[in-house]
């Protein structure tokens, strides 16, 4: 088995086509995801995505105190 797993912090795949696919990352859908991360995974990471522009970033002026935050409760949780 694997003894470490993570999943991309707000996902990977984003789509937005023709205005009838449209499948973007929102703030709280990253707000979300960081919070069950620092629980389930042992590695805390975020990944721009696919369409970066579009989507809510981890790293974004009002995002970047939240993000913080769970990294430093992960960073307690796991290597403590």
Request: glycine share 4%; net charge negative.
């Given at each position: 088995g694997y003894s470490l797993s993570h999943s991309d912090i707000g996902g990977y795949t984003m789509i937005n086509k023709f205005g009838i696919v449209k499948y973007l990352r929102s703030a709280e859908m990253l707000l979300r995801?960081?919070?069950?991360?620092?629980?389930?995974?042992?590695?805390?990471?975020?990944?721009?995505?696919l369409?970066?522009?579009?989507?809510?970033?981890?790293?974004?002026?009002?995002?970047?105190p939240y993000f913080a935050k769970f990294a430093r409760l992960h960073s307690k949780l796991f290597f403590a």
């Open positions: 995801w960081s919070e069950m991360n620092v629980f389930s995974d042992a590695v805390f990471r975020t990944h721009e995505g369409l970066p522009d579009d989507s809510a970033q981890a790293y974004t002026e009002s995002f970047a």
